[in-house]
Every structure is written in structure tokens, then in C-alpha cells.
């Protein structure tokens, strides 16, 4: 028994169960590991020993599905499955129809586009062909694996694909690039549902980072530091422990002993992003947690965030989330509820390892 595994959890009887339930719909040919995480992530996330979602795994007729790594699964579910759930998920696929043709059979699609609008839709990789070929991702921003993206143009133009980034959140539609890339996009969803002390207890639990931005960089093939580099990543950790501080290039450069051009390329190359793009990043979810689970007036949040002025951080963090800091506070309170003043800030620090 896996360790994550090992302690009591409430599952209610079926039938009586009030918990969000997340679909995970498996077509031929789906990639195991964007089975495993979405399925172990949701059925993972607690709260008091709880769990938060039920999840249940379907294909189109409940029948055996092919996965591409060369064996079967067996869902316990078929269609109607996507009309019972709050989420549908789908994992990758490496082959079938949508993704070399870019067309669905016809009860998985009526049953996505029925589930539209109801239901948030999540994919995961290549996912994103499965949504694309229903249809509903046309006029969107989406996200798949880099190393599709040119299929992904060619098949469907009228998406508004963005090959660069981990994930994209629409709102009611979210996507996903490769792989790790679910891993983030999963703990994404249970920190808008549940917070940021639920995904980051998730995230411990299954020994991952707890945060990425979604707007990070996939890591596309890129020339790798040469072996015996130090890199920046203690750098980057360095950051973490004074983003309350005032942090310039130079001082960074001067820290990784680099030139500051050095520095400042050798950071894109391991992150994807500037250093002063990663850095307000950390302090924008810096600023988020203590929001959440602290009563701290916004000026006193501004400044161990890092940010001169509250109208920085409400600039900032209405360009990263759209609300104004009270707002944020207001709406995680409302949906969430208060987390007991004194939480640790660990848990942030933590969070924010996850964009390195």
C-alpha cells in the first residue's frame, strides 16, 4: 500500500455522495500517465481526512480501453458518466482518430458537446484533440504538447493555440501540455475549488512541486547547460527566502557569480521566463496565500510580497488573476472559508519552489 494511501478516508455510499465528481473519459489509445495522475490527484485531494471529489473513470460503451503503452483498462462506466459530473477530464491520447483526423465518434461527441456548459471540461496533452475535434474549442486560447503543435494548427485553425505555456484556464474549458504539465493543471483545479492549503497538502502528499505558473514556459528543446553548471537554481532559491526585499539584476547576477548577461540567459534557459518575470510571479502567490490565510491588511501583504506599494500588488495581482486584492480575499473566504490567523507561510514558500 502506497504510504499516501495508508490513512482512513470517508467515502460516502454511492448514491448519497454530494462530492464534485470528475469523469475521466479514456479513448483508445490513452497515455497511462495522464490516466494515473488525473485520477490519483482527484481521489487524493482531502480536507479533514475527507475526500473532496469522486471520480470515475469511463469510455464510450464502458467497454476495455487500449492504452498506448501496450495493455488494456477496464472503466466502470460509460457516457453517462459525463452527465452526472461536475469536471470531465480527458487524458492524452498517442493515436485514433482525433488525433490523426481530428474527428470523434459520435455518441463521445454528443455526449462532450451536451456536457459543454454544464460541466467544466479539462484536457490534459493531446487531450486538447479530443475537445478540438467536438468542436469545442473554436475562438479559444488552448494549450497542447509543443511537439503537436503544428498538427494541432494544420487540424484546427479556428483554435487559438498557445504551444508555449504549461496550461491555459478558460474557465470553463482548461488544457494542459504534456504530461508534468497535467500534474500542474490538476492541482490548478483543486486550488481554485478548494484553495491554496488543500493543493498544497495534495501536492506534499504525492511529492510534487505544489505550484507552476500556468504561463511558464513548456520545456521545449533547448541547449542545456553544460555538465558541471551550477545553474541558478540556488539562486532561485536565494529569491524564495527575500522576496520581501528589494531584488535587482545585478545583485541577482552577483549572487550565481555571472555576468549579468549570463545570468540572465542561462535563468530563461532553465525556467522559460525572465528573471524579473518569475520573480513577481513569486511574489504574486506569495501575496495569494497570505491573502487567503491571513487577516494581514493589504499594505502589510504588499510589503512581505515584495511589492513598494498596495497598488502595485493589486496591479499585479489583477494582471495574474483578475481581481483586485480584497476581492481575491473575499471570494476565498466565501467559497473556502478562513484559515485560522498564524497559519504558517511555509506552505507559500513551498508553493512558490513549484515555479522553478
Request: glycine share 10%; proline share 5%.
Amino acid at each position: 500500500m502506497h504510504p499516501e494511501e495508508s490513512d482512513e478516508s470517508h467515502d460516502e455510499p454511492y448514491g448519497h455522495d454530494e462530492r464534485h465528481r470528475v469523469a475521466v473519459l479514456l479513448l483508445d489509445h490513452v497515455v497511462p500517465f495522464d490516466l494515473g495522475i488525473s485520477t490519483h490527484l482527484f481521489h487524493q485531494a482531502k480536507r479533514g481526512g475527507r475526500r473532496l471529489y469522486k471520480v470515475e473513470v469511463c469510455s464510450a460503451d464502458g467497454a476495455a480501453v487500449q492504452v498506448s503503452t501496450g495493455y488494456q483498462v477496464l472503466p466502470e462506466h460509460g457516457l453517462e458518466a459525463l452527465s452526472r459530473a461536475g469536471t470531465v477530464l480527458i487524458p492524452g491520447i498517442h493515436g485514433g482518430p482525433p488525433l490523426h483526423e481530428g474527428v470523434l465518434p459520435e455518441p463521445v461527441r454528443g455526449a462532450l458537446r451536451e456536457a459543454a456548459g454544464r460541466a467544466r471540461l479539462v484536457s490534459i496533452c493531446t487531450g486538447a484533440f479530443v475537445l478540438a475535434a467536438a468542436g469545442l474549442l473554436d475562438g479559444r486560447r488552448a494549450a497542447t504538447h509543443w511537439q503537436e503543435a503544428g498538427r494541432f494548427r494544420e487540424m484546427f485553425p479556428a483554435v487559438r493555440l498557445d504551444s508555449d505555456v504549461l496550461f491555459v484556464d478558460e474557465g470553463d474549458i482548461l488544457t494542459s501540455a504534456g504530461v508534468g504539465a497535467g500534474i500542474d493543471l490538476c492541482l490548478h483545479v483543486v486550488r481554485k475549488d478548494h484553495g491554496s492549503e488543500a493543493a498544497n497538502a495534495l501536492a506534499r502528499r504525492c511529492v510534487v512541486a505544489p505550484w507552476r505558473e500556468g504561463g511558464q514556459a513548456q520545456f521545449i528543446e533547448r541547449h542545456l547547460p553544460a555538465f558541471g553548471d551550477t545553474g541558478t537554481g540556488p539562486t532561485r532559491a536565494w529569491m524564495l527566502e527575500r522576496l520581501h526585499e528589494p531584488l535587482d539584476l545585478a545583485a541577482l547576477a552577483a549572487h550565481a557569480r555571472m555576468s549579468v548577461r549570463t545570468f540572465t540567459r542561462r535563468f530563461r534557459e532553465e525556467t522559460g521566463v525572465s528573471p524579473a518575470r518569475w520573480l513577481a510571479a513569486q511574489r504574486v502567490e506569495r501575496a495569494r496565500h497570505l491573502l487567503e490565510t491571513t487577516d494581514l491588511p493589504v499594505d502589510e501583504v504588499s510589503r512581505l510580497s515584495g511589492f513598494a506599494t498596495a497598488v502595485s500588488l493589486r496591479q499585479h495581482l489583477h494582471a495574474a488573476v483578475g481581481v483586485a486584492p480584497l476581492a481575491y480575499r473575499h471570494t476565498f473566504r466565501a467559497s473556502v472559508g478562513a484559515v485560522p490567523d498564524g497559519a504558517s507561510v511555509s506552505d507559500s514558500e513551498s508553493a512558490a519552489v513549484g515555479g522553478q
